[in-house]
């Protein structure tokens, strides 16, 4: 099939080079130059693992452009809108410009037939005021609303082999043509569910909504935990064998981050005041308060861990993005952290194996390191703040060797702690005596 994908980021790129590697032709559209320079060259313009490998091949078939150029959608007869909504400046509600922006744009190409297909997690009621706009403009096309569960870090897996499929359409042809897209998926038994727009729309809300609350609720209980001297995670471990728990998202640690949990959860509490519902979400803002608050107890522990004053101490921070396995800063508990220890008058030095680049756009005044033993030289506190193996798999007596204090505060309690004990260091965890 003939598929534009608008909006070329962490959802767009991996979405067009999935589909061209699945046999489609396609083409992506974004409004940054540079980015769409970058991809149509064949590289990737952010880090996620295995993305390189597919745009190469999708690029060799032939099957792959990317454009600046809207016109160039032209062909297409299935049209992916992936661009950001991201919080809008001083709300909590999702800043529909960009998807506006993008519809907009692709009017005037649209032909009889044509399916726009919305993939940006977006507040409920979206799809229907967009579906009414397409109609209005007379060109014959339709709309349907398709949400995106990938994770950064297994976007191009889960963009293959999605663990469900999930469609927001006014009628079935709209779903015939997304079962054409997704034929292989489809063919490989992935779930789909076919729905009316609200629904799908609000699936993906949902989703993150849950997935946030699962994590605050163990970092509540990791809040227990410090005032009991209980360990948040042997509780975790032991809650998590209850089936109908499970062990998944129960890592207490400072919190979740990204482009997406984060600024869906306050979209999903905007919108449902606006629908008159505030009430029915407003645990969310508990939510959210909670997992601030964790990103204050790591920056807390480290004063605490200095005496006192963290000023001009150096402290080594491990991690700039929100997780492992990409270079994602956005909303990322490690930059925050770190940026309020050098606010403190610490003399911070960061390091990450992806996210730097990135970290430094947004936050020029911190000093960054490619190299671990040059962030840990000198430093009178090491704390970890992105759980990525490289930090995880640090010999206690390796860092011992070049670090100045003897403290390690593990802000995602991915170390074994007794390791690091036993070579003599002091192990701060969260939620952990
Ligand atoms: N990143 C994820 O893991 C993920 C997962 C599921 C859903 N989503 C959702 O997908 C959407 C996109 O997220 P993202 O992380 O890819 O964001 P992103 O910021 O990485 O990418 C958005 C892209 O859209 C481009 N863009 C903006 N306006 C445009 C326009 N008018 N025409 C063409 N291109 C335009 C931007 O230049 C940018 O490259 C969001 O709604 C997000 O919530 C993201």
Avoid at 224 to 237: K, P
Avoid at 258 to 265: E, Y
Wanted: with cysteine.
């Amino acid at each position: 099939m003939k598929l534009s994908v608008i909006g070329c980021g962490y959802l767009g790129a991996v979405h067009a080079s999935a589909m061209a590697e699945l046999g489609h032709e396609v083409v992506g559209i974004d409004v940054d130059a540079a980015k769409i320079m970058q991809l149509a060259a064949g590289k990737p313009s952010f880090f996620e693992p295995g993305l390189p490998e597919i745009l190469a091949s999708a690029g060799a078939s032939g099957r792959l452009r990317f454009s600046t150029d809207m016109a160039d959608v032209a062909d297409a007869t299935v049209h992916f809108v992936a661009v950001g909504t991201p919080q809008m400046q001083g709300s909590h509600a999702a800043d529909m410009s960009y998807v506006d922006a993008a519809v907009a744009g692709l009017l005037p190409y649209l032909k009889p037939g044509d399916l726009v297909v919305g993939k940006s997690t977006v507040p409920v009621g979206t799809a229907a005021r967009l579906a009414q706009l397409i109609a209005d403009s007379g060109t014959g096309a339709t709309l349907a609303w398709n949400p995106e569960f990938l994770r950064e870090g297994f976007a191009v897996k889960d963009t293959i082999e999605p663990d469900r499929l999930v469609y927001g359409v006014a009628d079935e042809s709209a779903a015939a043509v997304l079962d054409e897209v997704y034929a292989a998926a489809l063919a490989a038994g992935t779930p789909r569910i076919s729905t009316d727009y609200a629904t799908a729309e609000l699936v993906k809300v949902a989703a993150n909504a849950f997935l946030a609350t699962k994590i605050s609720f163990i970092n509540a209980m990791a809040e227990i935990a410090e005032v009991t001297g209980a360990d948040v995670s042997q509780l975790a471990d032991a809650i998590g064998h209850d089936a109908r728990i499970g062990r998944r998202f129960l890592n207490a640690g400072v919190g979740f981050g990204g482009g997406c949990l984060p600024k869906d959860i306050r979209a999903f509490t905007a919108r449902a005041e606006e629908l008159g519902r505030g009430e029915s979400v407003a645990f969310l803002k508990e939510v959210d308060a909670i997992n601030l608050r964790r990103r204050q107890r790591a920056v807390d522990l480290a004063v605490e861990a200095l005496g006192g004053s963290v000023y001009n101490k150096r402290i080594a921070v491990l991690g700039v993005t929100f997780k492992p396995n990409s270079d994602d800063v956005r909303d990322s508990p490690a930059l925050d952290i770190a940026v309020q220890l050098k606010g403190l008058g610490a003399g911070v030095i960061s390091t990450d194996p992806q996210g730097i680049e990135n970290a430094r756009l947004r936050h020029p005044q911190l000093d960054y390191t490619d190299s671990i033993d040059e962030a840990l030289n000198g430093a009178e506190l090491v704390v970890l703040a992105t759980e990525w193996t490289h930090f995880r798999e640090l010999d206690p007596a390796h860092v011992a060797s070049l670090a100045a204090g003897r403290t390690i505060i593990d802000g995602r309690n991915a170390l074994d702690a007794a390791a690091w004990r036993a070579a003599g260091w002091t192990y701060r965890g969260m939620g952990r005596p």
